[in-house]
C-alpha cells in the first residue's frame, strides 16, 4: 500500500553561488545598462561577488559599502541593528527592550563593529577613496536579506550623500522585507522571495563565506568597457532554435529526441490553450504511429478517461469521440471537453480499428488524477454489483462513511474531517482498497476481464488517496500538491506494469512493450528541483519519473509569449476567453519572444550555449485553470531552471484559447483588453 509520507523540510536553493545570483539580478536590472550615472555598491563582504556581475551586466561602476550587523550580546548572529560608515546607526528598539540590552552594551558593541568596518575600509579600497554618490543612481546590492537592518543602514548612509535615486537589489528576501524595505527606496528589486524565510544561505548551493581578499580583488577588477562583452542570450537561443511549425518539430528532430524511451511526457502553460493541445496531439499520433506507444496518460480523472479508452478500444456504449467525453462534467470541463481533444480521441478510435484489423496493438487512453472521488466509488460499486453483489453491499457500507459526513463534495469531507466537524473515512477506503487487492481472479483471465479489473482497483485507489488529498487540502499545502503528484507517478507506473502484463509472451521475447505519452501541465512534467517547487518540498510527476525510470523517459515543455486562453476568473467559474498579458520582463517567455522566432524547439538535452544560457534561473509563467491578469506576477510566475527542468521546450510566441465543446456566450464574446496594474 501507498503511504504518504511527510518530506523533510529542505533549503530552497535557487542559486548555485552568488555570481550565478549576480547574473540573475541583472537580468532584471537591465534597463539601467550603459546609463553613466548608475553606480552599483555591494555590502561587504557577501553583497560584492553579486554587485560585481551586476556592473560588469550594466556596464556600471563598482563600489563598496561597509555595513557591519550589530550582534546580540552572546549571540552575535542575532542581529539587534546595524552601522555603516559616517556612524550612522539602525537599531531595532522592539528587539532591544525585549532581550533587555542595556544602552552601555549597545556602544559597546558599535565600538567593536566601529573597529572591524574602518579595518575592512582600508583592507578593501587601500589608498584609494570612496566613489562620489551625489547625483548618481545608486544600486545597492546584497547576497540577502532577512530583517534588512543592514541594508536600511546602508541606505540611509547613501541618502546622505544625496543621489540622484537609490535602488536595492538582492537575489532573496523576505516578502516583509522587500515591501518594508520598497516603500524607503525609488526602487526595490528582490529576485526570489521564499516562503516561508529560513536563511539567506539557503537561497544557494554555494554560501561559502566571502574572503577580504576576494573582495579587494573584485574591487580591483574592471566592470566597465572591455572587461565583460555584452551577451545577448537571445541571440544564443536564436542560433540553437529548430523550426517547429504549429509546435511540430521536424520528425528526425523528433525521433532523435525521444529515441527508445518508454515515457514521454508532454506538458503545457497553460491549461487553456489552443496550440498546445494541437501540437501535443499532433506529435502524440507520430509517437503512437511511428515509435509504438500504446497508452496515453493525462491529468484528468480515472473514471472520465476510462470512458473514453472503452471508446477507442471499441468496448464502450459511446457513438461519438463527442459523446465519449462527456463524463468530463467536472469543473474545469473544458480542458478535455474541447475540439482538439475530440478531434484527438475520434483519430484514436479510428486508428484502433485498423490497428485491430491487422492484429496490431491498439492504444489506450487513461487519467492520473484523483479528484473522482465518489465517481469513482460509483465505478467500484458498479463493477462489484456485476461480479459479486455481496461484495457491494459491503462496499456500499464502507463508502457510505463518505455520505454521512459530507455527500459527494470531497472538499467539504475534507475540511470535516481536518477540522473534527466529521468522522474521517480514512480506515473504509484502506479496507475497500484491500479487499479488492485480496481478491484476484483464480485463474487465466481475458483481456477484457483483466483490464475491467485494473479499472476497478485504479478507481479503489483514487477513492483511497483522494480522501487523503481532500484531508491534507487544510493543512500544509505541499503534502497536499505531493500527495497528488505520487498518486500520478504510481498510477503511471500501475498502468505500464498492468500493460506489460498483458502480453507476458511478448515481454519475455522482446521486452517491456508498454510506452506511454503523459499529458499534463508543465508545473507537473516539469522536475520540480529545477524551481522554486523543489526548494519548497514540492514533488513533480515528473520528478519522479526521472527518479524511477532515469534514461527511459523525456518530458517537453511548451511557452508562449502572450494571445488569449481559456480559463476561469474563480474556481467553479464559467470558461471566459482572455487575454494573455505579454510576458514579465526577464522571464523565459520573454527571452524567447526576443528571438523573433514565432515557433520552434530548443533541446535541452545536447549541451551547448543555450542549455547554459537556460540554466540560469528564470521566471517562468503557468496558468492554470484560473487566469488573474490583474496579480500576475504572484498568481502566475515561478523560478525555474528550464535546462534542467525539461528535456526540450517548445515556444510558440502568440496562442490562441482552446475551444470547449459547449461554449458559454462569454467565451464567444471574449474579454475586452483592461489597463492592467504596473506594480505587480
Known amino acids: 500500500m501507498n503511504q504518504v509520507r511527510v518530506e523533510p523540510d529542505v533549503p530552497r536553493r535557487i542559486f548555485r553561488d552568488r555570481h550565478e545570483a549576480g547574473r540573475a539580478l541583472a537580468g532584471l536590472l537591465q534597463h539601467y545598462r550603459d546609463d553613466p550615472d548608475v553606480l552599483v555598491l555591494g555590502l561587504a563582504r557577501g553583497g560584492v561577488p553579486v554587485a560585481w556581475e551586476v556592473a560588469a551586466a550594466l556596464g556600471a561602476q563598482l563600489d563598496t559599502l ?150 579587494r580583488v573584485l574591487l ?41 524511451a518508454r515515457i514521454v511526457l508532454i506538458g503545457e502553460s497553460s491549461h487553456g490553450t489552443q496550440e498546445f493541445y494541437a501540437a501535443r496531439a499532433a506529435i502524440t499520433r507520430w509517437l503512437i504511429e511511428h515509435k509504438g506507444f500504446t497508452a496515453v496518460a493525462a491529468e484528468a480523472d480515472w473514471p472520465d478517461a476510462y470512458r473514453v479508452n472503452r471508446y477507442v478500444q471499441g468496448r464502450g456504449t459511446d457513438t461519438t469521440a463527442e459523446e465519449a467525453l462527456r ?88 475540511f470535516a474531517a481536518a477540522f473534527g466537524a466529521g468522522r474521517s473515512c480514512e480506515a473504509q477506503a484502506i479496507r475497500q482498497l484491500l479487499e479488492l487487492q485480496r481478491g484476484g481472479p483464480a485463474g487465466e483471465e481475458s483481456d477484457s476481464a483483466a483490464d475491467d479489473r485494473f479499472d476497478v482497483l485504479r478507481n479503489a485507489w483514487a477513492v483511497r488517496d483522494a480522501e487523503a488529498y481532500y484531508r491534507a487540502m487544510f493543512g500544509d499545502r505541499v503534502s497536499s500538491w505531493n500527495l497528488r503528484d505520487r498518486h500520478m507517478a504510481d498510477t503511471l507506473d500501475a498502468l505500464i506494469e498492468h500493460l506489460d502484463r498483458r502480453d507476458e509472451q511478448a515481454v519475455r521475447h522482446h521486452g517491456p512493450q508498454a510506452r506511454v505519452v503523459v499529458w499534463a501541465h508543465n508545473s507537473h512534467v516539469g522536475d520540480a528541483r529545477a524551481t522554486e517547487m523543489g526548494a519548497e518540498s514540492q514533488l513533480t510527476l515528473g520528478q519522479l519519473v526521472r527518479e524511477r525510470h532515469g534514461g527511459t523517459c523525456r518530458s517537453i515543455g511548451f511557452s508562449t509569449c502572450s494571445g488569449t486562453v481559456t480559463a476561469a476568473e474563480e474556481w467553479g467559474g464559467p470558461a471566459v476567453r482572455e487575454d494573455v498579458r505579454v510576458a514579465l520582463p526577464s522571464s523565459v517567455e520573454e527571452l524567447m519572444h526576443d528571438t523573433g522566432k514565432p515557433e520552434f524547439l ?45 528535456d526540450a521546450l517548445i515556444h510558440l510566441d502568440r496562442t490562441t484559447a482552446v475551444e470547449p465543446l459547449e461554449p458559454t456566450s462569454r467565451w464567444l464574446a471574449g474579454t475586452t483588453p483592461e489597463t492592467y496594474p504596473s506594480g505587480l
Open 327 to 414: 463524463g468530463f462534467e467536472r469543473f474545469p470541463a473544458w480542458m478535455w471537453r474541447n475540439t482538439v481533444v475530440r478531434d484527438f480521441v475520434a483519430w484514436l478510435q479510428t486508428h484502433n480499428l485498423a490497428q485491430h484489423l491487422h492484429d496490431r496493438p491498439r492504444a489506450g487512453f487513461y487519467g492520473l488524477d484523483l479528484y473522482s472521488m465518489h465517481r469513482s466509488m460509483q465505478e467500484v460499486i458498479a463493477y462489484l454489483d456485476h461480479v459479486d453483489p455481496r461484495a457491494a453491499q459491503r462496499a456500499r457500507a464502507r463508502y457510505g462513511c463518505f455520505d454521512h459526513v459530507a455527500g459527494d463534495d470531497g472538499q467539504a469531507y475534507g
Open 220 to 260: 580591483a577588477t574592471q566592470t566597465t568597457g572591455t572587461a565583460v562583452p555584452p551577451v545577448d542570450p537571445a541571440a544564443i537561443i536564436r542560433a540553437a532554435a529548430i523550426d517547429a511549425p504549429g509546435g511540430v518539430p521536424p520528425e528526425h528532430v523528433l525521433d532523435d529526441l525521444i529515441g527508445d
Open 66 to 215: 561597509i555595513v557591519r550587523k550589530l550582534g546580540a550580546p552572546g549571540n552575535p548572529e542575532f542581529a539587534i541593528g546595524a552601522l555603516s560608515v559616517g556612524g550612522r546607526i539602525v537599531l531595532n528598539d522592539d528587539m532591544i527592550r525585549g532581550l533587555r540590552i542595556t544602552a552601555d552594551q549597545v556602544r559597546q558593541i558599535a565600538r567593536d563593529e566601529t573597529e572591524e568596518m574602518y579595518r575592512r575600509e582600508a583592507a578593501y579600497r587601500g589608498d584609494r577613496g570612496p566613489l562620489e554618490i551625489a547625483g548618481r543612481t545608486v544600486i545597492l546590492v546584497d547576497d540577502g536579506l532577512a530583517t534588512g537592518a543592514s541594508m536600511f543602514a546602508a541606505v540611509d548612509a547613501i541618502r546622505a550623500d544625496e543621489p540622484k535615486r537609490i535602488v536595492v537589489a538582492v537575489p532573496a528576501a523576505p516578502e516583509s522585507t522587500c515591501r518594508e524595505l520598497g516603500a524607503s527606496v525609488d526602487e526595490m528589486v528582490c529576485a526570489t522571495m521564499p516562503s516561508p524565510f529560513g536563511s539567506v544561505g539557503e537561497s544557494f548551493w554555494d554560501f561559502t563565506q566571502v574572503t577580504d581578499e576576494q573582495v
Open 602 to 646: 530548443l533541446r535541452m538535452d545536447v549541451p551547448g550555449d543555450a542549455v547554459d544560457c537556460l540554466r540560469q534561473p528564470r521566471l517562468q509563467r503557468a496558468i492554470g485553470v484560473i487566469y488573474l491578469p490583474g496579480t500576475e506576477r504572484q498568481s502566475h510566475y515561478y523560478h525555474a531552471r528550464p535546462a534542467d527542468q525539461f
